[in-house]
């Protein structure tokens, strides 16, 4: 316990080293830019934004930096050595994934592409001596049980920020179904700057000055060895290093509401941290393990990914759209319809005792009543009670429905919506069994 105490405080520490590290501010604004490209979607579609570029970006901020200890934590109580793990290798193959597609920002695909190109150039070295000498040798001197523990440690601390923070700032947002019908629901979209402490292994004298600074620990530690061997009156010492990751999530919920979502999300994601987890352990002393560890960290994150998805477009919305009045996907923050009280899934029933039929009707009353009535009465249904709330006259001055800050379920039909790009993975996997078939 007095060795765990003593990691945090270290870590604590050093935590605001991170401040004038280039590529933590690198990561930053690259979290930046995707914030802006969620909120260009919501102006596209309704005319403003819901949400804060600034403040999304500082909530990432904070919240990554809660994450960037936990997952230190792990790393230094397990004495992962990160000069064992190819992070240079992993960031630029990462960012490569990001210009495919947003959602490919992940470390379980970059890392399983490195896992599998390390595994055949191991095959393929000894029938190729001059891959020990090329700038490949760097992919045959991996620790891959390690890399698979860095994802795992990652991934369980992706499965922790969605799990208190994945439902801040959704974008309500139109999906067209498979069956040609359009449907509200919710576009969730974090990203999250990940600062973390790790460990370097090095070799010093026994007589160093450094080994007085070092903090003892259990024998047992570190569970992966590292590949260096210090000689005599020599010894091993493992050194704090900053590193810095990025963590991205992207998820719908259109047949739940975005906390339900999230939590569901959560715990598939840290079931397939702890199975990976598992593996990676398992590797480091039976080799056995590791083609399954390096298969299972792309594939099964796909898995979840599919999970996540499976039926959100072809199940019953969660926010419906009703036989009679107009009801509520959304309520923007400091907006007049926030004012006056109206929350996500109202129903609105009548405006000033008159009866809604349609949207563009509910809209044409508001128009036309401000003028005549200081105040408007809706007559709103709630959770199976009906309320009566007020929107007082100044609140509708220069009246402009995308400055009223209401977000009403679409119909069916409607001619607004944004285009979902279908998973990669299962295309490609589609089109090469479709090649094999060919004669």
């Given at each position: 316990?007095?060795?765990?105490?003593?990691?945090?405080w270290?870590?604590l520490?050093?935590?605001p080293l991170?401040?004038v590290?280039?590529?933590?501010w690198?990561?930053?604004l690259?979290?930046?830019f995707?914030?802006r490209?969620?909120i260009?979607?919501e102006?596209q579609l309704f005319?403003?934004?819901k949400n804060?570029?600034?403040e999304?970006?500082?909530l990432s901020?904070?919240?990554?930096l809660?994450?960037?200890l936990?997952?230190?934590?792990l790393?230094?109580?397990?004495?992962?050595s990160?000069?064992?793990i190819?992070?240079?290798?992993?960031?630029?193959?990462?960012l490569?994934l990001?210009?495919?597609?947003?959602r490919?920002?992940c470390?379980?695909?970059?890392g399983?592409?490195i896992g599998?190109l390390?595994?055949?150039?191991r095959?393929?070295a000894p029938?190729f001596?001059?891959?020990e000498?090329?700038f490949?040798k760097g992919l045959?001197d991996i620790?891959?049980p390690g890399?698979l523990f860095?994802?795992?440690?990652?991934h369980l601390?992706?499965?922790?920020?969605?799990?208190?923070?994945g439902h801040?700032?959704n974008s309500p947002i139109f999906?067209?179904?498979?069956q040609g019908e359009v449907v509200?629901?919710f576009?969730?979209?974090?990203?999250w700057?990940?600062?973390i402490m790790?460990?370097?292994?090095?070799?010093?004298?026994?007589a160093?000055?450094?080994l007085?600074?070092?903090?003892?620990?259990?024998e047992?530690?570190?569970?992966?060895?590292?590949t260096?061997e210090?000689?005599?009156?020599?010894k091993?010492l493992y050194?704090?290093f900053p590193?810095?990751?990025?963590?991205g999530?992207?998820d719908?919920?259109?047949?739940?509401?975005?906390?339900?979502?999230?939590?569901?999300?959560?715990?598939?994601l840290?079931?397939y941290?702890?199975?990976l987890?598992m593996?990676s352990l398992?590797?480091?002393?039976y080799?056995?393990?590791v083609?399954p560890?390096v298969l299972?960290a792309?594939l099964?994150?796909?898995y979840v990914v599919y999970l996540?998805?499976k039926g959100?477009l072809?199940s019953k919305?969660?926010?419906s759209f009703?036989d009679?009045?107009?009801?509520?996907?959304d309520?923007f923050?400091?907006?007049?319809a926030?004012?006056?009280?109206?929350?996500?899934?109202d129903?609105?029933?009548?405006v000033q005792?008159?009866?809604?039929?349609?949207?563009?009707?509910?809209?044409?009353?508001?128009?036309?009543?401000?003028?005549y009535?200081h105040?408007?009465y809706?007559?709103?249904l709630?959770?199976?009670?009906?309320?009566?709330?007020?929107l007082?006259?100044?609140?509708l001055l220069?009246?402009?429905?995308e400055?009223?800050g209401?977000?009403?379920v679409?119909e069916?039909?409607?001619k607004?919506?944004?285009e979902?790009?279908?998973s990669l993975?299962?295309q490609?996997?589609?089109?090469l069994?479709k090649g094999l078939?060919k004669?």
């Amino acid at each position: 316990m007095e060795q765990l105490l003593t990691l945090v405080w270290m870590v604590l520490q050093t935590l605001p080293l991170f401040l004038v590290h280039p590529l933590f501010w690198l990561v930053v604004l690259l979290v930046f830019f995707q914030y802006r490209r969620v909120i260009e979607i919501e102006k596209q579609l309704f005319g403003t934004a819901k949400n804060n570029i600034w403040e999304q970006t500082a909530l990432s901020m904070l919240t990554g930096l809660g994450g960037g200890l936990f997952a230190s934590i792990l790393l230094l109580l397990f004495g992962l050595s990160l000069d064992r793990i190819a992070i240079s290798w992993l960031w630029p193959i990462a960012l490569l994934l990001l210009m495919i597609h947003p959602r490919l920002l992940c470390f379980s695909y970059a890392g399983g592409i490195i896992g599998l190109l390390s595994l055949i150039m191991r095959l393929a070295a000894p029938y190729f001596p001059q891959l020990e000498t090329s700038f490949l040798k760097g992919l045959l001197d991996i620790s891959l049980p390690g890399l698979l523990f860095l994802i795992a440690v990652l991934h369980l601390t992706e499965a922790l920020l969605i799990f208190f923070s994945g439902h801040w700032g959704n974008s309500p947002i139109f999906i067209k179904t498979p069956q040609g019908e359009v449907v509200a629901g919710f576009s969730l979209q974090r990203f999250w700057p990940l600062p973390i402490m790790g460990l370097v292994a090095i070799i010093v004298p026994e007589a160093s000055e450094m080994l007085q600074g070092s903090v003892p620990m259990p024998e047992w530690w570190p569970l992966f060895q590292s590949t260096l061997e210090p000689g005599s009156a020599e010894k091993l010492l493992y050194l704090m290093f900053p590193v810095v990751a990025g963590l991205g999530y992207g998820d719908l919920a259109v047949s739940s509401k975005p906390r339900d979502k999230c939590l569901y999300t959560a715990r598939n994601l840290a079931i397939y941290s702890i199975i990976l987890l598992m593996l990676s352990l398992l590797s480091e002393f039976y080799p056995l393990f590791v083609l399954p560890g390096v298969l299972f960290a792309p594939l099964a994150h796909e898995y979840v990914v599919y999970l996540g998805n499976k039926g959100e477009l072809s199940s019953k919305p969660y926010y419906s759209f009703p036989d009679q009045g107009v009801r509520v996907l959304d309520v923007f923050p400091g907006t007049p319809a926030d004012k006056a009280g109206l929350k996500s899934n109202d129903l609105i029933l009548r405006v000033q005792g008159a009866h809604i039929d349609s949207a563009a009707g509910f809209w044409t009353l508001l128009r036309e009543y401000f003028i005549y009535f200081h105040s408007l009465y809706l007559e709103v249904l709630r959770d199976e009670r009906i309320l009566i709330l007020t929107l007082p006259k100044q609140s509708l001055l220069r009246f402009r429905q995308e400055v009223f800050g209401l977000i009403l379920v679409p119909e069916p039909y409607s001619k607004k919506y944004v285009e979902m790009k279908k998973s990669l993975f299962p295309q490609i996997l589609k089109r090469l069994f479709k090649g094999l078939r060919k004669p």
